[in-house]
């Protein structure tokens, strides 16, 4: 059968304008006569044996499901909908009506989506091909044989956090065909409900803004004028055996393919070895969130340079910065085409580009196909391509990251596997069927204890300075239903000196995999990154890391927000923080101040509710004792919301607990005081003490201070725990309510 599509998928998230629409497949919902419009859509899809979609509309979403708004933010605007209820355990399918072919220039459709709640597994968009002269005919008449060829062009698996997104998607095909959006439910989650909702359908002639699949020409793409020695060439099929592909990308993947075609360097004389050709993209404007950047690479022959993707600003001349490289001493030299990508962080006007060399004369032709992008970072592809130092998908491997070593017989807190019966699958996509994997913190290993920790750990970063953005995907979990304590994930800066936490999550409940980022600020001081696990309680449970990805920005926060970590923050997992016991010297105990005690048995700590310490404790049996501990010094300028959570141990009334604001030059400022014997709700106990949640306004300070938390105790014990700073957080209530307010007027 000749004429098996020939496509490319990018995905662009944001408004665009797009050349005008050719085909008739467009569709917003809009109301008519009372009902939500399909257009020229087929929803019943009985001739595919497929779950059919319905309409739906924000103000019944609680009636059959969907999203409460359509995609332009109005309630009584319609969308299609696929509900887990519709999908009756099988895939759904919505329908473009059947077109001819897109031509060499492709097309580009564009969609708005939505997904949500757990009972759905992905949602997909095909392109199927028909092999029949009127397949409306045979849609239409299920009596007709109808004999179609489906392939994927974009998957999602995750939910879209409660926001329509924005895709675009760039196929070409020489048969009818039409475009299915396709939506599964998750066997996993049966019981539960779920969706996906479709919305503003538009078809446009020619690639989606950037991408190129080279059938006709080099799209928005063009060579250098004057940085390079020779230019980019479009070819068809290689007339050299021993370089160059014999067809494109797609048509060496499957063999019904016999149209497309691709760039190429040519290595034959007069080119010299050394000379390099550059293909330079558009000008990309800045964005927030960065790219990821999809392409396919053809290296072979016996005498290849190398092929580096640069990163070139718009504001100097030449001014480029290597993002992805591949030398020849890194590939087969055979004739296929990898899968390659790259994350491109956008804070300025930059344009992409595409440098190759050449190796041996005539023996060395590099080629570039399946140019598009998709939003949010990527690790590099093939591994070890990046020029920075953490990229890695696991599949393959823990690239540059070290992993400790584990015994063949006993289980591993920390582990390279793949998804299982109790564990989820990993999180790289792939169009391919392959076995992915990812890094495994395992907290049901019989060999753990509570708070014991294990890191993977980058290699040493060599950049002088700059801040980077370290992403990763994160699954925690447990399969008790009712425990909600597991463990913490953090990632901690390793100085040569000290180790500094800069994000973390704790004790969360996830039902699919998350996104995370977090800086890291790289100044001359050598510097490695870890991301540790620490265990919590004994549960059936893991908490999972996949997709690490580095690139420079200056845009980037921590995301979630919850998971920021400032210096002065403290859970007392194995240490003080960096808080200072300010009464501790050598030749006195440590059960005189303020310590973290080992086999306490009266209180499991508030973290992870367990047993052993984890927490700040002051104790004295008959005799007076006062201990303080200091905060690291807190930014001027900067309300703090200061919260922690304590609990006394023992009926004691001479019992007192104060924090107070220290500031160089001047007395200190109490902003906090209770005593034991004004705790009443629930009152003091000696066999079940109970930890209390406690917080206080700091308000803004015209230089640096430090917070000094002041305990005294006779024949009783406080315990401190998870002290947590929340910069610019003015709405603080006074608690307990049994606090004395104290004017801070300093």
């Known amino acids: 059968m000749r004429g098996w599509r020939r496509l490319q998928l990018c995905l662009l998230l944001g408004a665009a304008t797009w050349p005008a629409a050719v085909l008739s497949q467009d569709c917003s919902f809009n109301e008519e006569n009372g009902e939500v419009s399909t257009c020229d859509l087929v929803m019943d899809v009985a001739a595919f044996h497929r779950s059919p979609w319905k309409t739906g509309r924000g103000s019944s979403y609680l009636w059959q499901g969907g999203p409460k708004e359509d995609a332009q933010g109005s309630s009584s605007g319609g969308y299609g909908l696929a509900t887990v209820t519709d999908m009756a355990r099988k895939e759904a399918w919505m329908v473009t009506s059947p077109a001819s072919t897109t031509g060499p220039e492709g097309s580009c459709v564009t969609f708005s989506f939505f997904m949500g709640q757990l009972g759905v597994e992905s949602m997909k968009v095909l392109l199927i091909t028909y092999d029949s002269d009127d397949p409306m005919q045979a849609i239409t008449n299920t009596s007709i044989p109808l004999n179609f060829r489906p392939m994927t062009l974009w998957r999602r698996r995750q939910t879209t956090g409660g926001d329509w997104r924005r ?26 409900r779920g969706f996906v909702a479709v919305d503003d359908i538009i078809f446009n002639a020619g690639p989606c803004e950037n991408e190129c699949l ?115 001493d890194s590939t087969s030299g055979t004739d296929l085409w990898y899968a390659c990508q790259q994350t491109v962080a956008i804070d300025q006007e930059i344009q992409l580009v595409l440098e190759a060399s050449v190796g041996s004369v005539g023996a060395g032709d590099i080629s570039l196909d399946s140019f598009r992008f998709t939003q949010g970072p990527c690790p590099s592809q093939p591994s070890g391509t990046s020029a920075l130092w953490g990229d890695c998908t696991f599949v393959g491997g823990t690239c540059k990251w070290q992993v400790p070593g584990r015994s063949p017989y006993d289980c591993a807190f920390l582990s390279r596997v793949s998804g ?88 969360k409940q996830h039902s699919h995999w998350n996104y995370a980022q977090v800086p890291v600020p790289v100044l001359s001081d050598p510097l490695q990154v870890g991301i540790e696990g620490v265990q919590g309680p004994k549960v059936m449970g893991m908490m999972g890391v996949d997709d690490i990805t580095v ?71 008959r005799s007076k004792k006062e201990s303080r501990i200091s905060s690291p010094k807190l930014a001027e300028n900067t309300p703090y919301c200061l919260s922690f959570w304590f609990s006394e141990i023992y009926e004691d009334e001479d019992a007192e607990l104060s924090i107070a604001r220290v500031r160089e030059g001047e007395e200190e400022v109490v ?40 305990g005294k105790v006779y024949d009783s014990s406080w315990a401190l725990d998870d002290i947590t700073f929340f910069p610019d957080r003015t709405n603080c209530k006074l608690l307990p309510r049994k606090v004395q307010p104290v004017r801070d007027d300093a």
């Open 167 to 192: 895709a675009a998607i760039t196929y070409s095909t020489r048969q009818k065909h039409s475009i299915v959006f396709s939506a599964s439910p998750d066997a996993s989650y049966t019981r539960y």
């Open 671 to 710: 902003v906090w005081n209770i005593k034991q014997k004004e705790l009443t709700d629930p009152p003091v106990s000696d066999q079940s003490p109970k930890w209390r949640y406690a917080q206080v306004l700091l308000e803004s300070q015209p230089s640096e201070y430090q917070v000094v938390i002041h």
């Open 551 to 621: 690139f420079s920005s200056s845009q980037c926060s921590v995301v979630p927000a919850s998971a920021s970590v400032g210096e002065a923050d403290c859970t007392f997992d194995h240490n003080f923080c960096h808080w200072k016991i300010e009464d501790h010297t050598a030749d006195k105990p440590d059960s005189d101040t303020w310590h973290l005690p080992r086999d306490n048995r009266l209180i499991k700590d508030h973290t992870f509710n367990a047993d052993g310490g984890g927490f700040a404790y002051l104790f004295s049996f």
């Open 420 to 507: 299982g019966h109790y564990d989820p699958p990993g999180h790289t996509e792939s169009w391919f069927h392959f076995t992915d994997k990812y890094m495994k913190f395992d907290l049901n290993c019989y060999t753990n204890q509570p708070r014991d920790r294990a890191a993977m750990v980058s290699p040493k970063i060599k950049e002088d300075s700059g801040v980077f953005c370290l992403s990763f995907w994160v699954y925690m979990f447990t399969n008790v239903a009712s425990q909600r304590h597991l463990g913490a994930l953090q990632v901690v800066l390793m100085y040569p000196n000290k180790n500094v936490t800069v994000w973390r999550l704790q004790n």
């Open 214 to 328: 080279f059938d006709q020409d080099f799209c928005s793409w063009n060579n250098a004028l004057d940085e390079d020695d020779f230019d980019w060439s479009l070819g068809w099929s290689s007339n050299k055996r021993g370089t160059g592909p014999a067809k494109d990308q797609a048509s060496s993947l499957d063999p019904h393919v016999t149209t497309g075609g691709y760039a190429y360097i040519d290595s034959e004389s007069p080119r010299l070895s050394g000379e390099t050709a550059r293909l330079v993209s558009d000008v990309l404007q800045p964005r927030e969130e960065p790219l990821c950047f999809h392409f396919w690479v053809n290296m072979h022959g016996g005498g290849l340079g190398a092929l580096r993707l640069l990163h070139m600003s718009t504001d100097e001349v030449n001014a480029t910065t290597v993002l992805w490289q591949v030398n020849p």
